[in-house]
């Protein structure tokens, strides 16, 4: 590297790792919170590619998961439901209302994401967003991605909303291989 090039890029390095440092320190703080304040967050962790950013902020966004009287009700507080027009006989399929909290609606499509990729483990929501993204060009695996971040906010939201007297949840990825996985209470 040229001597020039090396003295301007040095007080930006400089930077970069100090916001490096804090970073670390901002995720062990996440990590102490989720820990002793939100033990809930345990129970959404269970299901793959689902972190500790996207589960934080799930449960600080659900608050009160008795709120949303049905767990499938759960999608629409993110706008992952789609929207209506309907018109006489018509009834076309339109794109996302994207109401609600978009930040927390993006958290779960990239989980979405990851989940489809390579790097997902094999589970039933895994192999059924598969199926659905098998069924057409490049738009099916768009609408697949947002299929099952809208099962996946349904998913967070059951485990949640069980959490309270039920010590010892678990989900069960692969209960079968096709539909939705299962919750198993440990010992039942």
Same mark, same amino acid.
């Given at each position: ?96 209302? !994207? %109401?609600?909290?978009?930040?927390? *609606?993006? =958290?779960? @499509? ?7 990729? &390579?790097? +997902? ?21 768009? !609408? %697949?991605?947002?299929?099952?971040? *809208?099962? =996946?906010? @349904? ?7 069980? &959490?309270? +007297? ?23």
């Amino acid at each position: 590297m040229p001597e020039e090039l090396k003295i301007a890029l040095d007080p930006i390095l400089d930077l970069l790792e100090q916001v490096d440092k804090q970073i670390k320190v901002i995720d062990v703080e996440l990590e102490r919170l989720a820990n002793e304040v939100y033990p809930v967050t345990h129970v959404v962790r269970q299901v793959d590619r689902v972190g500790l950013h996207t589960e934080l902020r799930f449960v600080l966004t659900v608050e009160d998961p008795l709120r949303v009287k049905k767990s499938r009700n759960a999608a629409a507080c993110f706008g992952l439901v789609s929207q209506r027009k309907q018109s006489g006989m018509r009834d076309p399929e339109m794109h996302i209302t !994207k %109401a609600g909290d978009g930040d927390m *609606r993006r =958290l779960l @499509v990239q989980c979405a994401q990851q989940m489809l990729s &390579l790097k +997902g483990k094999v589970s039933d929501l895994r192999t059924w967003g598969l199926n659905l993204a098998a069924r057409g060009a490049k738009a099916a695996k768009k !609408k %697949a991605v947002i299929a099952m971040a *809208r099962k =996946l906010a @349904v998913l967070l939201h059951v485990l949640c909303r069980n &959490l309270p +007297g039920m010590a010892g949840q678990v989900y069960r990825p692969l209960k079968n291989q096709t539909g939705c996985a299962s919750i198993e209470v440990a010992g039942a």
